[in-house]
């Protein structure tokens, strides 16, 4: 078969090697017309030839698989025409398919929709059922409510009251249905005909009116319990369903009304009684009938709120929901004219506000009229501490009553009125203070043993040390010893504490203490202040009279000395005894720590009052002045009883320091301060000056230097005498070694600057060094 195929090809080629050429002669000639059809048709002619030849050749070689090609050829073409007529008949099929399920879904979109028909008719029809079962009972309900007579605590009544609520919640969520609204009135008619039949069986004339009764607490509780459970049923069902309905709280109103003017009739005359009989009985002690008669009031609020719980339920009138707060805190002792909203007001807490109104008009015309402060700060711990917090809290008062769903206090009407009384007694307290502060304190005089000093301090001190000496013969044990020491230094210290203070002091902490938990935090730090300015002008004036007394040995030291010692020992006592008031008032934002003031005085008198010295050409220049001074001042003043020890106990120690000082280099920093002033001036010269001559200086400081070994240690010791805390002691003798030493670093500097060397030693002055040896020599 490739052998005829490329026989083939070769004749092909041969044949088409010169195709189209002319003959090698003729090429030059041009073309005949019909060359080009003549070529064609022996080209064609050729072809046929040739396949004509390769099929004879194919047919002659290969017979077999020619005639299954051309069986199969056969086969393929029957095949085609089968695939054909199948494609004819499904396409039949699928158009007569199609138009049997079109018909089928056509069918049962037809049988949904009359299905969902069918479902929307029965559910309109079920729901026009129930819709109009709430208009069909306005009609019952009346008829029901027509008759003569109706029982009001039975369980018709209850269901008939949950209709009229169930039906006229429906019409007002659905007032868009006809005739709703027509509906609604009839509903709001029959309502207020069964809140008549409600009201009309409430008789309130018929209770409690046997008052001859001998058992008073039978009388007043047991008739009135035997009636609640029926007033309550007829009450409590309405309650529930129409608590918000306006015409049920008017009727509500006017039933609390008539019941709370019914138990203040009965009450009011057995309280006036009892009140009376126990002022009788404690007209000795006002404390002890205060608190007798507060008892008894809020035993009677307990009883009445039990009794108020048997006909109405606890909630509070006119209000959606309960307080947030239901605890009534004490108000304010000064600030409590604020009256509460009348709509926030319970009427329980007007009632037994009506209640304890006749103990505050018993009590007050006491009170107002006692002149004792001390009894007085205890009525009002009392009332204020004792009645109102502790026995007046929410959760007390449930425990008390045995009732822990209680949504208002049932003793906020006793917190009002006794507040008022409060509020009242601090009125007096603060005029009584005020009184006390100007006549107790600041007029106090003192005797000569209030002024006994330093004698008073060295006798405590003599019967210490024998107490010590005793305990160490007794008990020459170290454990027994120990404690020995410890029970004496006790003991001084209670006597130090108490019987040695000034009497002054000795009054304003006592009144301060008592003051402090009766009296709000602003008060109390203004009256503080008062108090406390009256005991310092009383201890300067004790100080003058120390300070007057003449020395106890001749030549020892200055009475200045005790008096100033005197004034800062009690100072730091009230600073002490006053410290818990300040630490338990600093959370008070309100109140002012500090006060100050803004002077420009030495800025407008440098500025225009001495315009001269602007351009002086010596130390005393005022630009000079104006850069290395401070010309605006800023003052602490005393608005703040807080800062009044402190700024007093300031000034005290300022000066005890300066007189501690004094007694030690007194005369040689009068001569340092005289030496720097004629230094400063221009024509300064030291041969001019002979009280700046260094012989005048050596005999100075030399006398100074003495003084200062002789008498530090008589002022340490006088320090410890009156102070006695080693560490405050320390603190308060630091400034005077510092102001000793200073101004003997101002001499040697002086001297250092102006004299030679030959005057230098002349004057032989100390070093600095040497009186730090001096000054801490033990």
Same mark, same amino acid.
């Given at each position: ?44 002619? !050729? ?32 095949? $085609? ?12 099929? $699928?158009?007569? #398919?199609?138009? %049997? ?20 008719? +029965? ?10 079962? #709430? ?110 309905? /306006? ?5 509500? *109103? ?22 009376? &009989? ?36 606890? $909630?509070? &009138? ?9 605890? !009534? ?41 006692? =002149? ?44 009002? %009125? ?23 304190? *600041?007029?106090?005089? /003192? ?6 000093? =330093? ?20 008990? =020459?044990?170290?454990? @027994? ?20 203070? #000034? ?17 709000? %935090? ?25 300070? *007057? ?5 001749? @030549? ?40 100050? +003031? ?14 001269? $010295? ?24 005393? @608005?703040? +009883? ?39 001036? +221009? ?10 001559? *260094? ?13 200062? @070994? ?19 002691? !320390? ?34 002055? &100390? ?12």
């Amino acid at each position: 078969m490739e052998l005829e195929h490329v026989r083939t090809v070769e004749l092909l080629a041969a044949k088409v090697a010169n195709w189209g050429l002319p003959p090698d002669d003729d090429r030059e000639d041009e073309a005949a017309p019909d060359d080009n059809n003549l070529l064609a048709g022996t080209l064609a002619e !050729t072809l046929s030839e040739v396949k004509s030849r390769e099929t004879e050749l194919i047919e002659a070689q290969h017979p077999p698989e020619v005639a299954a090609l051309r069986l199969n050829m056969q086969r393929l073409r029957v095949l $085609r025409e089968r695939v054909d007529a199948c494609k004819e008949r499904m396409a039949e099929l $699928r158009g007569a #398919y199609q138009s %049997v399920s079109g018909r089928t879904s056509s069918l049962h979109d037809a049988c949904d929709r009359a299905l969902a028909e069918q479902t929307a008719l +029965s559910t309109g029809s079920h729901l026009i059922k129930t819709n109009l079962y #709430y208009f069909k009972q306005a009609d019952a309900i009346m008829k029901k409510l027509s008759v003569a007579k109706l029982m009001v605590t039975g369980q018709s009544f209850a269901a008939m009251l949950a209709s009229i609520d169930e039906c006229l919640s429906f019409l007002r969520a659905h007032n868009e249905y006809r005739e709703s609204a027509t509906y609604i009135a009839k509903f709001e008619q029959c309502l207020s005909r069964a809140m008549t039949w409600a009201q009309l069986q409430v008789d309130y004339e018929k209770i409690g009116r046997s008052g001859a009764d001998e058992d008073t607490f039978a009388l007043l509780y047991g008739v009135f319990a035997s009636r609640a459970a029926s007033v309550k049923g007829a009450i409590s069902v309405m309650e529930q369903r129409f608590w918000n309905v /306006p015409e049920f709280e008017e009727m509500l *109103a006017e039933c609390q009304y008539a019941y709370f003017a019914k138990r203040q009739l009965l009450l009011a005359p057995i309280l006036q009684s009892t009140l009376a &009989a126990l002022s009788t009985t404690h007209a000795e002690s006002t404390c002890r009938l205060t608190r007798d008669a507060c008892t008894f009031i809020l035993r009677t609020c307990d009883d009445e709120y039990r009794l108020y719980r048997q006909f109405f339920i606890n $909630r509070g &009138a006119n209000r959606d929901e309960a307080p947030e707060s239901p605890t !009534t805190p004490a108000p304010s002792v000064i600030n409590h004219s604020v009256s509460k909203n009348a709509a926030d007001v319970h009427p329980f807490e007007g009632f037994t506000e009506s209640l304890c109104r006749l103990l505050y008009d018993m009590l007050r015309p006491r009170i107002i009229h006692n =002149p004792y402060l001390e009894t007085l700060a205890e009525l009002c711990t009392m009332l204020k501490v004792d009645m109102i917090e502790n026995r007046c809290s929410l959760e007390v008062v449930a425990t008390m009553i045995g009732d822990f769903d209680i949504l208002f206090n049932p003793r906020a009407g006793f917190v009002a %009125v006794m507040s008022e009384l409060v509020g009242d007694i601090a009125e007096r307290i603060v005029y009584r203070a005020g009184l006390y502060a100007q006549n107790d304190i *600041a007029a106090y005089r /003192p005797a000569p043993g209030d002024v006994a000093y =330093p004698q008073m301090l060295q006798m405590m001190r003599q019967i210490d040390n024998e107490q010590k000496l005793k305990a160490q013969n007794e008990e =020459p044990e170290e454990p @027994g010893k120990i404690r020995l020491e410890r029970k004496s230094s006790s003991s001084v210290a209670a006597i130090d504490q108490h019987c040695l203070w #000034y009497p002054t002091v000795r009054r304003t902490v006592m009144c301060l203490s008592k003051l402090f938990s009766c009296l709000d %935090v602003g008060v109390f730090h203004s009256l503080a202040r008062d108090m406390l300015l009256a005991c310092c002008e009383s201890l300067e004036i004790a100080a003058q009279a120390i300070s *007057a007394q003449p020395a106890v040995v001749k @030549g020892g030291r200055s009475k200045q000395l005790d008096a100033e010692l005197f004034v800062v020992k009690h100072l730091l006592i009230l600073r002490e005894q006053t410290s818990p008031y300040r630490h338990a008032s600093r959370s008070d934002s309100s109140l002012p720590t500090k006060d100050f +003031s803004i002077d420009f005085s030495k800025f407008t008198n440098i500025l225009f009052d001495q315009k001269a $010295r602007w351009f002086e050409l010596s130390s005393n220049n005022s630009l000079l002045e104006l850069l290395t001074t401070v010309p605006i001042e800023v003052k602490e003043n005393e @608005g703040d +009883s807080r800062r009044v020890i402190d700024i007093q106990l300031r000034a005290a120690c300022f000066k005890l320091t300066n007189t501690a000082s004094k007694m030690m280099v007194g005369r040689l920093a009068a001569w340092i301060d005289s030496a720097e002033d004629e230094k400063l001036k +221009s024509d300064f010269d030291l041969s001019k000056q002979p009280q700046l001559a *260094a012989a005048q200086l050596r005999d100075i400081a030399a006398e100074s230097y003495k003084l200062v @070994g002789s008498r530090f240690p008589e002022i340490r010791e006088a320090y410890s005498l009156y102070i006695g805390v080693a560490e405050t002691e !320390t603190i308060l003798l630091s400034p005077v070694r510092k102001r000793v030493i200073d101004v003997f670093s101002r001499v040697n500097s002086f001297a250092a600057k102006a004299y030679d060397d030959d005057s230098k030693a002349v004057a032989a002055l &100390a070093s600095v060094q040497q009186l730090l040896l001096l000054l801490n020599k033990q």
